[in-house]
């Protein structure tokens, strides 16, 4: 496909986004046609496969470690989406400070629908929790059941529903642990919301929204989105205690020391019986999206990095013109 699209209608720049990492290294030989590459990087992918399984291949890793500081040296810029990330570019990666630039992900405040709750989901519980993201092994839903199995049978709270949206290849697996836990009047998967309206009324429904990654090499790194997109509504938040996400939502957010499910449910059962307290934490979430988090102060970072790419290509082709003079 790139080829065809060099071939027809011609580009400079290729922007590439992981996983996976042999992407770069794939379409480097364009480098040879002067060409320009921009590494965009979303997971840490050697941190994210031993996030995902419990027994890893050595040569698999050394693999992914490979590809990623390739990906690295064969790019002309790398993004990342946080400092930990960068942090990996400059030792691990090799790359000099110039030529990494943070671009954080964030919501579009222009295309989010009016905030309005769902009256049929409001009706199904005094209290509603939402998790809302891909459900993979590392993504914490194991974490998050049994913390609900703790808010329920220990702490005695018959009172809340927990909503799942979205789905992964954990999902069957989670389903099975809520099942085992005797959470099936408590929780409700309620699929991938493919309606981005109804995805955000069920958002605005909720009384609590949950982070439960646990601490690992990945999670301790990574920036979720799913934070953001619950501080855009102005919803409080209980997460596990990750240096990035205590950077994404700050007082939005009660932490629960790292893995500690029965922390996590007594952070739960605190907001949900403190109205106040939600309502002070979600209007500090909302203004933190507003004033810093949001989609439109990322623009000019990325810009910069189209930019600073452009430029040299400008240049280059100027020292070409005149070198053939």
């Known amino acids: 496909m790139t080829a065809y699209v060099c071939m027809t209608r011609g580009f400079d720049i290729i922007h590439v986004a992981n996983p996976p990492d042999f992407i770069v290294p794939l379409v480097s030989i364009y480098k040879l046609f002067g060409k320009r590459i921009i590494f965009d990087q979303h997971d840490l992918t050697p941190e994210l496969y031993a996030a995902r399984f419990s027994r890893t291949n050595v040569f698999l890793l050394w693999v992914q470690m490979l590809l990623e500081r390739l990906s690295y040296r064969l790019a002309d810029h790398s993004i990342v989406t946080n400092e930990s990330y960068r942090a990996i570019a400059l030792g691990r990666g090799g790359c000099l400070r110039s030529e990494v630039t943070v671009v954080r992900n964030g919501p579009d405040l222009d295309r989010l629908p009016a905030q309005q709750a769902d009256e049929d989901l409001r009706k199904r519980a005094p209290h509603i929790i939402v998790f809302a993201g891909i459900v993979g092994y590392q993504d914490g839903l194991d974490y998050l059941c049994r913390a609900l199995q703790y808010l329920r049978w220990s702490l005695g709270r018959k ?17 099975a642990l809520a099942r085992q836990l005797d959470l099936d009047s408590n929780i409700w998967f309620a699929g991938w919301i493919s309606d981005r309206d109804v995805y955000w009324r069920y958002l605005a429904t909720a009384d609590i929204c949950v982070s439960p990654e646990p601490s690992n090499s990945y999670n301790d790194r990574s920036t979720f989105v799913k934070i953001m997109e619950y501080m855009a509504v102005g919803r409080p938040i209980v997460a596990f205690d990750l240096p990035e996400s205590r950077f994404s939502a700050g007082q939005a957010a009660l932490f629960a020391t790292p893995n500690s499910e029965q922390e996590f449910a007594a952070k739960l059962n605190q907001l949900m019986d403190s109205p106040d307290l939600r309502r002070s934490m979600g209007e500090f979430a909302r203004r933190r999206i507003e004033s810093e988090l949001a989609w439109r102060y990322s623009i000019p970072e990325l810009l910069s990095v189209y930019g600073r790419v452009s430029r040299f290509e400008i240049e280059r082709a100027t020292s070409n013109r005149a070198a053939g003079a």
């Open 159 to 175: 009172d809340f529903l927990c909503v799942v949206l979205g789905d992964g290849d954990a999902l069957r697996d989670i389903q």
